[in-house]
């Protein structure tokens, strides 16, 4: 059986101590597979977005395992996590989050660059994946010159370039109408089903639905999923539900 | 959906005999909602008698009986095309029935009940949002028949009808909480209800006795 790009092991993450503690997660487990995209949806406050930080280590888990590729995310020191997010994991925002004054392509490659890929590499690597998200003729436009939808393929893209294969999304059709949302979601599960793994969080069922399965949280635990029965099986151990 | 107005919409284009019309009816609307070739044929006949539709004179060369509208016919079809849709009649709906039996019953776990039925819907949403994909696929690929669109309409109505369903049972869900988190009274429903046949039964009695009406009596 193929390795999950994304294996999430009996993890919590407590802010604060005693009784102020707040539990933002509390023993969840989760994996993704290679051209698997999973779907985060629960009320606000149920650690969605904890858990996808933990997934990019943006945030460190209070005890279990993120492992990415294998690597245990925990135990990297902060270059290694520097390392790792440009080289392993991509991120999505809401706002998109591309840099003004750099172009598409600019900012596409950006990561690669700063892993130390020449310009003229990063460059065409940019091309290559601004092409497949369907956006190759902005590759010389600013982020202001953009639509929102446009925007998000970039972002998609940057997240996408070089060997990445985890792209982490955080209610990446937030700020857009539903068709332009959509087209973004397609690009999305498009990457998936070549062979990326993807995580997104979102509130909307309609979004989610593009997902191959839905995981639920409620107070920092997996309360149910929409995958397959013996999937369900895998995902609900260590819930605590 | 009134059987006999999709018919009546589908012979104001042409004649057509009653397998036919089945076909039709279900090429447009993506076999959502299959016709039986009797129910084609009983709507027929009622129609014909209400004068509506009527059969032609002579059976096309293989002998098959076509129909066409009516004056009339094509009048209720204008109107139909022309005036809304009655929502007016609350359709049952058995997750609606379900859940306010449940809230009202005695040890049923609705949180689980809500939970469930979420998880079954969203799995629903995402295999039709599989199908949308084929669908517009399949239409932005055609060279443009109007059956390919209808299909995807059809299919995004179910979408939204299913999202529908997941924000109300969020809504459910958060409503329970609130509910829960508040001071519980100190008379359970049941119990008012019995108090309250009781009082209808003591005004009952004492309303035989005077000329006070027992409604009255209660107020």
């Known amino acids: 059986m193929t390795a999950p790009i994304l294996h999430i092991v009996d993890v919590t993450r407590t802010h604060g101590e005693g009784e102020t503690a707040v539990h933002a997660l509390r023993g969840v487990s989760l994996d993704v597979f290679p051209g698997e995209l999973v779907a985060v949806m629960g009320p606000s406050g149920s650690g969605k977005s904890t858990l996808l930080n933990l997934a990019g280590g943006l945030d460190k888990a209070t005890s279990g395992q993120v492992l990415i590729e294998g690597d245990e995310v925990g135990a990297l020191g902060a270059n290694q996590l520097a390392s790792l997010r440009r080289r392993r994991v991509g991120f999505v925002f809401q706002d998109f989050n591309l840099i003004p004054s750099l172009t598409a392509a600019e900012n596409v490659s950006l990561p690669l660059e700063l892993d130390g890929m020449s310009v003229k590499e990063g460059r065409r690597a940019a091309h290559e994946i601004l092409e497949i998200v369907g956006v190759a003729e902005l590759a010389d436009r600013y982020p202001d010159k953009m639509s929102g939808g446009q925007q998000q393929r970039v972002a998609i893209a940057r997240a996408l370039v070089g060997d990445r294969r985890l792209v982490l999304a955080d209610e990446p059709t937030g700020a857009l109408d539903s068709t332009t949302g959509e087209g973004v979601l397609r690009v999305l599960r498009d990457r998936c089903n070549a062979g990326a793994a993807g995580l997104l969080v979102t509130h909307e069922a309609r979004h989610a639905a593009w997902a191959d399965r839905v995981v639920f949280l409620r107070d920092g635990v997996v309360v149910d999923t929409t995958g397959s029965p013996e999937e369900a099986e895998t995902l609900l151990v260590g819930s605590g539900s | 959906m009134s059987v006999k107005l999709g018919l009546l919409a589908l012979l104001a284009e042409q004649s057509m005999y009653g397998a036919q019309l089945r076909s039709e009816f279900e090429a447009r609307t993506g076999g959502t909602w299959p016709l039986n070739v009797g129910q084609v044929y009983t709507t027929l006949a009622r129609l014909e008698r209400d004068g509506m539709v009527a059969q032609d004179a002579q059976a096309d060369e293989e002998g098959r009986i076509l129909y066409h509208l009516t004056p009339l016919g094509l009048e209720e079809v204008t109107t139909w095309w022309r005036t809304p ?85 969020d809504h459910v869900e958060a409503r329970l909480a609130a509910e829960a988190a508040r001071p519980k009274r100190a008379v359970a429903s049941t119990d008012a209800a019995a108090a309250e046949d009781a009082e209808y039964r003591t005004a009952a009695a004492r309303s035989a006795n005077t000329t006070t009406t027992s409604q009255g009596a209660r107020k």
């Open chain 2, 85 to 169: 849709v009655d929502r007016d009649e609350t359709p049952r709906d058995e997750l609606v029935i379900k859940l306010a039996l449940a809230v009202t019953t005695p040890g049923v776990d609705v949180p689980a009940v809500v939970q469930t039925q979420r998880t079954a819907t969203l799995r629903h949403l995402r295999d039709l949002t599989r199908l949308k994909v084929q669908a517009s696929d399949q239409q932005a690929s055609s060279d443009g028949t109007s059956n390919d669109l209808a299909w995807l309409l059809v299919v995004e109505n179910l979408i939204f009808a299913a999202e529908s369903e997941v924000r109300w049972l």
